[in-house]
């Protein structure tokens, strides 16, 4: 199973990877001396990803750095790199391989100390003699000085250095960087590509992954866990009644504070066990006895740590909110749909009761300041607003309608 059998609906740019990988690989063997470089290769030193959410950016890039890295003995037999199997493939696509270095926001930037590493590690020679792969999650996420850090060494790469930038659209990235880059912009999955995956990979029953799949509109990783997370149902299950619950001014202060707590307990249950992690190993490595005290001088690199574990909490716990306002946007859109007769297919089947009693009782007019009352609300939480002061504001309006 190569590298490219998880990326869901994307075929066209699965193609122009894997012949670029090809590529990278004859560039490899002819700088070792075994054959000539290729006349005009498909292979470039910068990449930029983009698409909708859901579409797989980063499952996409990872996969070409899996690629890059390959070391099946069959590629010397005319195979394609990107098996999938060897070591370079499984150590890229897990995120251990030493030469493949993942950069992605911890909070609402990614700033220019957190950068500062692997742009310096971005100018050395690979360890395995094959290619330096640098992959930046949150391209949008870079702030002024972590950009221009980002731009200078995209501007003179190392020659065997290759930046693979992911971000929603190409107006998210610095111009001078995008230049720089090859562009590929991915597509949303259709709904039966993620259902076939969700059986064929997930082995989750037929039903439940076409559900799944119709209920995220393809986005795969919501889909994923949807289909194979009770939880996640349940607390989806819990945002789509919430507009029954706002009869009053108490109910909408009420179901603003579950939501917000609910987010903050998705948060707080992630970043324990990763927050445990990250600090004992720092300790180690600091040189700290198994529960002793930390050397003197080591304080400052602790209380390093936990800022940024702080960042990732408060970053977690909005990516959580924001999941449940787009389950909310799309009940609300099959509501219109409804109110307006449309033939689009409903997302949430699953809660046609609720639609119903929602496009019986308001107009579309009202629908669509809901619409855009929750858009609001993103914006808000985008702006650093208090979490619960925006969810608030949205469900007053959505009571209003």
């Known amino acids: 199973m190569s ?3 998880d990326l869901v609906g994307q075929e066209r740019v699965s193609e122009q990877l894997a012949a670029a990988a090809r590529d990278a690989d004859a560039l490899v063997t002819a700088a070792s001396g075994d054959a000539p470089p290729p006349e005009a290769s498909k292979m470039t030193h910068a990449w930029l990803f983009t ?3 859901g579409a797989g950016i980063t499952q996409t890039a990872r996969a070409f750095a899996a690629a890059l890295q390959c070391v099946s003995p069959d590629r010397a037999l005319g195979g394609a790199p990107g098996c999938g199997f060897c070591d370079g493939c499984h150590t890229a696509l897990v995120g251990t391989h030493a030469d493949v270095s993942t ?4 909070g609402a930037e990614i700033l220019v100390k957190d950068m500062r590493d692997t742009v310096r590690k971005s100018f050395t020679s690979p360890a395995n003699g094959r290619w330096q792969v640098i992959l930046v999650e949150d391209a949008e996420r870079l702030n002024e000085k972590s950009a221009n ?4 060494a995209v501007e003179e790469p190392a020659p065997r250095t290759v930046w ?4 929603p659209s190409v107006e998210d990235v610095l111009p001078t960087i995008r230049s720089r880059c090859r562009h590929l912009n991915l597509r949303t999955p259709s709904v039966a590509a993620v259902a076939d995956m969700l059986v064929r990979r997930e082995g989750v029953e037929p039903d439940v992954a076409a559900a799944a799949a119709r209920a995220t509109q393809g986005h795969v990783d919501r889909a994923r866990r949807l289909a194979t ?3 996640a149902r349940e607390r989806r299950a819990a945002v789509l009644k919430l507009p029954l619950r706002l009869d009053d001014i108490g109910g909408c202060l009420k179901a603003a504070q579950e939501l917000v707590d609910a987010a903050a307990d998705d948060a707080k249950a992630l970043a324990e066990e990763m927050d445990a992690k990250e600090t004992e190993e720092l300790k180690a490595a600091l040189g700290a006895a198994q529960g002793g005290r930390l050397p003197r001088g080591t304080a400052g690199v602790m209380k390093e740590l936990e800022e940024k574990q702080k960042r990732r909490r408060t970053r977690t716990q909005r990516d959580s909110l924001d999941l449940a306002l787009t389950d909310l946007t799309a009940l609300y859109r099959d509501v219109l749909a409804l109110q307006l007769g449309s033939r689009v297919a409903i997302a949430n089947a699953d809660v046609e009761d609720v639609l119903g009693r929602i496009a019986h009782g308001s107009s579309p007019e009202s629908t669509l300041r809901r619409i855009e009352a929750i858009a609001a609300c993103r914006d808000a939480l985008d702006r650093n607003v208090a979490p619960l002061l925006a969810v608030e504001a949205m469900t007053m309006s959505l009571r209003a309608g």
């Open 164 to 167: 693979l930038l992911c971000a």
């Open 3 to 5: 590298v490219w059998d």
């Open 51 to 53: 698409g909708p959410p």
């Open 103 to 106: 950069v992605a926001a911890v």
């Open 229 to 231: 997370d009770p939880a």
């Open 149 to 152: 850090a980002v731009l200078k």
